[in-house]
């Protein structure tokens, strides 16, 4: 299998387990506070993680690779935080796209930079995944005034901070940069939840589902850092972004939820955007 095609793999493996540990969690935090669901889950994703680089007999990485796993976890733990208080100020249909473009963007620029840039086809892909994120990501109806883009631009920054920041990670280090990851984004929602004083324990009922939420996160994780060194950073990233694409069918099939016409365009460019991807 050439690096291309494991690159495609990889990171639509990841966009699907992002997804469906979204969509999981989502349930989740409909049934306990949202912060508290996402601490539990990343707490588990840490100690499944922690136990995947012990039965997989990862060599311990060096002090660098836990660096780099130690600030994407900071990174992607201040975006979670401020997308989250963005969405709290009531303007889902601006906060969601914006922070989507900006995750998918800075890996994109910084894979043009480290690497070269891509071919048309693939700059031409980019596009119109990143038009089909916003269309997907986008609710019917929005209302309200502009706020809270300030915090949806650091929301964006922190996830397309924690793409490029965990790629950096040596081939041969998967699952401890990415338990480091973890564990810092941990304690970094700890250190948020007490100062809000807000409970650290989430609803026992809601532990199924926080199980299948967090390993869902961090499989996705393990197969975007796959994705990013088998090939381009930039490809990986923007394939990685399309998960929006898989809550929303799922929300669609066991839910039934309606997909709005902006998310059915949505999807369709993230078909076309594919192929063209992979090029």
Known sequence: MNSALQTLLFGLAASLCWGSGDFTGGLASRRANASTVVMGAYAIGF?????????WREAFPSTQDLLWGGLS?????IGLIAFYSALSLGRMGIVAPLSAVITAALPVLFGAITEGAPNLLQLGGFLLAIIAIVLISRPERSQGRPVGLGLALIAGCGFGCFFILISRVSPTAT?????MARLTSVLLLVAVLLIRRQPLLPKKAVTPLLLLAGSLDAIGNAFFVLAAHSGRLDVASVLSSLYPAAT??????????RVTRIQGFGIALALVAVPLISL
């Open 47 to 55: 100690v499944l993680l922690l136990v995947l680089a012990l039965l």
């Open 175 to 179: 699952f401890w940069p990415l338990a």
């Open 248 to 257: 929303v069918i799922l929300a669609t099939f066991i839910l039934h939820e």
């Open 73 to 77: 976890g900071l990174a992607g733990a």
